[in-house]
């Protein structure tokens, strides 16, 4: 497999020195040659999904879990930089019936020893930002299917490096949305394919949601957050509220994003925080951190409808993931489910009423497997929904429901919006990622297992 390293660490050499004299690429590049669309790809079937895990820290143990519970996927290979960490997987993996998985520890680069081995074809990264695209793009480089945390990508480059080695090598390479498959998300997505609410036009979204005390316990490797708070501003995790609506939306699928504009509040939350928890001396208190409290962005798509994303971490605010989406004849708006139908837009409709939308718009993915979702749990079960989908399509050889170009367009709000920050609220083009794909693409259907 030394080919494959001496091919990555080229692409990635000369990868950086391009983003270095292009700086935020907008402009679509030449398609590599060879390469080709990636939109509904269909790669052969699988018989079995053998899954390499790179990071059990946070998210990864409950997800190495909720594996071991799905027929036909089996976990063979775990990676961390700790070797407790692997060890504690390795020991659930073992405790929910099936052979001890195999364990690479103790350097950041060893995760190519897994990405290399031959009985690995899905990897599935759950490690700091930084490292997502280089994972992601060694995996690739070795034949393997990805799927990636969230964001999938930290910069527009990154983005672009993604879709040129997925359109190359033709694998999937998913990110990791869990909220798309989350139940009122898919309920919405329901009623917007069965023309409930009408002609879509606007949608409210967000990802708010007070973490301060998480952010300053030391259990982030090298406090990779706070650290990138400290330099940049912005929204850094808007996939989570703009996922599902992209799905309504039909974006990169008969829409697409055009332009954005972002404005946000100074850093107040965590200095206070700091110093009214640690002490007045405490050094992080003294640090002036990029990222306010509050960002705001706005979109703009091709067909004229628009996007309002809201993201804070550092406020004593009550979770939301805000999740409205509003048409010509209704709007869906969650914490708390709430619809409003013609002709009484005035008005939310009564609980008796949402209970019967419910009932009969549930989505067939929480129809057939809903309440299995809920015993494996993670976030109420959409963690379980998405990898059960994600394992139903590899085992068939169908379509993945988000492809690399959905991953890199929610994603790559995250220079972008630092970028109209920065030029105090101006408007900035967003990258057409698909190269023009999305004129023919097809909406997202209501999928099944």
């Not at 009623?191 to 952010?215: K, N, S, W």
């Not at 965590?270 to 979109?299: C, W």
Request: proline share 5%; hydrophobic share 40%; aromatic share 10%.
């Amino acid at each position: 497999m030394e080919q494959p390293r001496r091919d990555f660490l080229k692409t990635l050499a000369c990868s950086t020195a391009a983003t270095a004299l292009a700086g935020c690429q907008t402009a679509a590049p030449a398609r590599s040659q060879g390469a080709g669309p990636v939109f509904g790809l269909k790669a052969p079937a699988l018989d079995e999904v053998r899954v390499g895990f790179i990071g059990v820290g946070h998210r990864g143990p409950a997800a190495v879990r909720r594996l071991s519970r799905i027929s036909k996927a089996k976990v063979v290979a775990l990676c961390d930089v700790f070797e407790a960490r692997v060890a504690k997987s390795q020991f659930d993996v073992v405790a929910a019936g099936h052979p001890k998985p195999a364990g690479y520890f103790g350097s950041e680069h060893i995760f190519k020893k897994l990405c290399e081995r031959p009985d690995v074809n899905l990897v599935y990264v759950c490690t700091p930002w930084e490292w997502h695209v280089p994972m992601a793009l060694y995996a690739m480089q070795c034949g393997k299917h990805v799927v990636v945390e969230v964001p999938i990508a930290m910069t527009v480059a990154d983005c672009w490096k993604l879709v040129d080695m997925a359109e190359r090598t033709r694998l999937h390479c998913m990110m990791l949305e869990n909220c798309c498959y989350g139940e009122d998300e898919l309920f919405a997505l329901t009623l917007a394919r069965h023309g409930v609410l009408g002609e879509l036009v606007h949608g409210d979204c967000g990802y708010i949601h007070e973490l301060r005390a998480g952010l300053l316990d030391n259990t982030y490797y090298k406090n990779y957050p706070l650290e990138f708070f400290r330099r940049h501003a912005g929204n850094s995790y808007p996939t989570h509220g703009l996922g599902p609506l992209c799905q309504y939306m039909g974006i990169n699928r008969g829409d697409r994003f055009e332009r954005l504009v972002s404005m946000e509040s100074a850093e107040f939350g965590l200095t206070s925080y700091i110093k009214e928890r640690f002490g007045p001396n405490d050094p992080r208190g003294q640090v002036r951190y990029a990222a306010g409290d509050m960002n705001t962005t706005v979109v703009r798509t091709a067909r004229g409808r628009t996007i309002m994303i809201q993201y804070g971490r550092y406020s004593p605010r009550p979770y939301t993931r805000i999740n409205l989406i509003s048409g010509t004849k209704g709007t869906l708006c969650s914490y708390p489910l709430r619809v409003a139908l013609s002709p009484r837009w005035h008005d939310w409709v009564d609980e008796k009423t949402l209970a019967e939308l419910k009932a009969r718009f549930t989505h067939p993915l929480w129809q057939k497997v809903g309440e299995l979702a809920k015993k494996a749990g993670g976030h109420g079960g959409m963690d379980f929904l998405m990898e059960y989908r994600l394992c139903h399509c590899l085992l068939n050889g169908l379509p993945l429901d988000h492809s690399v170009y959905d991953g890199v367009t929610w994603s790559a709000l995250v220079e972008l919006t630092e970028q109209s920050v920065k030029q105090d609220g101006s408007s900035v083009t967003i990258p057409d990622f698909t190269r023009g794909g999305w004129q023919t693409a097809e909406p997202l259907g209501l999928v099944e297992v």
